[in-house]
């Protein structure tokens, strides 16, 4: 008796790093079933839910069970202050031992379900990207191609499953070539050199902030090079130089967005990929280079739009990234917005600044990236009039981790332009005598 999604079988395997938890293809496609139909006792196919995935097999199954019962799951990692911020119109909010498991029978056909997933937008404020569950399972088709995924295939994925990394290329990866899908809910390094050191040829997902912090822990060299895939930004020479010297090989670089799922690539070949660039194409992807400089997409695994606005007319996306196209590799040139870079994971300066406007008298306020070493981001806040303790407090309540304010300057005004705008490039960098952490 199997499970489809798509046309795609549930035969992935899942188990948790660092623990004894394990689910066969068989058992995971059984528990997808069977929470399948304890869904659909509570919700109609084509109602929308909220799921908070946290790695375990059981939420993934719960995850594919949404799927399987038709239902339009709005993607979080658990403790998302987006979740609560964005006040999505959900039926329910799942967390962690909320998905009922019945009985396992045929489940009957359903209209195919849309998945949501916060991203940054290329402006404003969170939104909520509406992608067909088809595209999502498309992507993962493009990643077991690109890398040669099979059965025997080991994905470890630190990230969390609701980043869209780790869903296209974890999960849709997975589902598609039938491999092993190891999760991490607690990053421990040296839990991940040790598995990637006894895995058969694993892929690993990261940033560059984990590549970083891997580098610095300085792992012994690898008996077999891993396949080491990175997303999220450029890596630095210097990251990239160490990854290379443990693993044999460089990582590679993967460029896509939450909208457009995966654009360019790079993979095994004979040539060496250039030490700027993302890749080529996908199969699917096309990219077009506008007189400014910057990039506009159109790929097979395109979004219908944003949740609760017009449905999307244009053909291609604006990924606000400048670029160009040369050798067949794109090469990226810089980033039109000032979304901060941690780890990985958009953060959005105006939200952060919002959050604070809201929970304290501060006469203003500006958030900003101080760029780290790692080529990844810090988060500061500069601001007027109110005491770092009670920004920090207020942040602490309101935003994720990854969200928070590595040091918070109280300046007596913000340096303005002569148009009145904020001079970033006057604002502090890190100065520990002047911050609150």
Known sequence: MSSELGGVAVRAAVRMAGTDVAVGRDELAGLARRAAHGLRRRFAPGERVALCVDGTPETIAGLLGCWLAGLDVLLAEPGSSYLADARPNVRAVLAPGDIVFAEDRPLPPVDPPRVLQFTSGSTGEPKLAVQPL?????????????????????????????????????????????????????????SLAALLAGDPAPVLLGTPLLYSLLAQARPAPLPRPATLLTSGGPMPADVVAATTAWNGRPPWQCYGSTETGLICAQHERDLPWHPDGVGSPVPGARIAVADDGLLHVTTDTMFDGYLGEPPRTAPAFATGDAGRLEDGELRLLGRKSTFINVGGRKVNPARLERVVREAVPVRDVVAYGVAMRTGDEEVHLAVVGAEPDRVMEACRRRLSPHELPRAVHV???????????????RLPRPSREESTT
């Open 411 to 425: 300046l007596p005004e913000l340096p303005r332009g002569p148009l009145g705008k904020v001079d970033r490039g």
């Open 134 to 190: 088809e595209h999502i399972l498309r992507g993962g088709e493009l990643y077991r191609d690109l890398h040669g995924l099979t059965a025997g295939s080991v994905i470890v994925a630190p990230l969390p499953l609701a980043h869209s990394f780790g869903l296209g290329a974890g999960l849709a990866a997975a589902l598609a070539g039938g491999a092993t899908l190891v999760t991490m809910p607690r990053l421990n390094l040296r």
